[in-house]
């Protein structure tokens, strides 16, 4: 079992930075895969990006690439997302979830989700 709480989120003007932080709890942690994904209303959910258990490897959905880093620090059971160059669009609920095994883009692939955190972009 994973628990995931969210935050960082919050109202920033375009151009600005942001970061989301995921702080995880449970025994599982150390072997999960993390994700971040949004969901703008009336919108699906969609991936933004995954870090691997021990964080060799990373993606990134192409609308964040170059803007928006994931990252992780196991000894402190926490997921990061920093948030550059922040768009309008960037408009959504961010979510935190985990799977344990390697890093996928599938939001129906992860098993433990936050409840998100709210980040509005500005024009």
């Known amino acids: 079992q994973v628990q995931l709480v969210e935050s960082g989120g919050g109202l920033v003007q375009a151009g600005g930075s942001l970061r989301l932080s995921c702080a995880a709890s449970?025994?599982?942690?150390?072997?999960?895969?993390m994700g971040w994904f949004r969901q703008a209303p009336g919108k699906e959910r969609e991936f933004v990006a995954g870090?691997?258990?021990?964080?060799?490897?990373?993606l990134h959905a192409d609308s964040v690439k170059g803007r928006f880093t994931i990252s992780r620090d196991n000894a402190k059971n926490t997921v990061y997302l920093q948030m550059n160059s922040l768009k309008p669009e960037d408009t959504a609920v961010y979510y935190c979830?985990?799977?344990?095994?390697?890093?996928?883009?599938?939001?129906?692939?992860?098993?433990?989700w936050g409840q998100g955190t709210q980040v509005t972009v500005s024009s």
């Open positions: 449970g025994r599982t942690f150390s072997s999960s895969a």
């Open positions: 870090i691997s258990v021990f964080g060799g490897r990373t």
């Open positions: 979830a985990a799977r344990v095994g390697r890093v996928v883009v599938t939001n129906d692939e992860y098993d433990y």
